[in-house]
C-alpha cells in the first residue's frame, strides 16, 4: 500500500497565496485611488518618502520619482511668472469656461454638476466665509490646487493635461474673482464670446 507524504498542504499553499494576492491588489488599488492614481501625488502625502530627487539621485526607475518635486513647505509659495493683464486674463478666462466652469460655475450661473459632486464643488464666483471664491488664498496655493488637485474633494490634477502658462492665467483670474474684471473677460467667462 503506498503511504502518502505529510510534506503535501499544497491546495492549502495555494489559497494563502491566492489570499495573500488579492489582499495586495486591494490595497494597491485603494492607494492608487486615494492618492491620485500617480507616484508623484503618493510621494506629496506620505512625507517620510525623499522629495527633491533628480534623475541622478533616483535609484528607483521611476519616471515620476526622478522629477524634481518641491518639499511640502514651499507648496503655495510659488509666485507668478508673469503679472496681470486683460490679455492674461482673457486666456485664463477661456481655458476656465473650457475646464473649469462645467464644475464651479461662471460669475452669476452655477454649475449644476458641480452641486452633485460629492463634497460639492464650490461656486468660484460667489461670496463665501473667507471672499470670492479662492481668491483669500495666495496665487501660489490657488496654482498649486489647480495643478496638483484635491484628492479628498474629487478635484483632478491639470498639471498632466494644461501647460504652466495656462494654469497661472487662471490662477490670476481666481485670485482676481473679487475685482470687477474687464468687459471682454466677462464675456468669454458667460459664453458670449
Known sequence: MARRSSKGGGAGKVFLGFLLGAAAVAGGGYAWKQYGGSA???RENLPSLPTGLT???SKSGD???SKTTPPPA???KRTPPF???EDVFEGGAHVYRARCASCHGTPGHDATSGKNRLPAAPQLWKMGKAGVGVSAKTPGEIYEQIAH???RSGMSPFASTLPDTQIWQVTLLLDN???ELPDPVMNILE???
Do not use: F
Open 40 to 42: 508623484s501625488k503618493l
Open 55 to 57: 534623475a541622478d539621485d
Open 63 to 65: 519616471p515620476a520619482m
Open 74 to 76: 514651499e507648496h503655495g
Open 83 to 85: 503679472g496681470t493683464s
Open 149 to 151: 488637485g484635491n484628492h
Open 177 to 179: 474673482a473679487d475685482k
Open 191 to 193: 459664453g458670449k464670446l
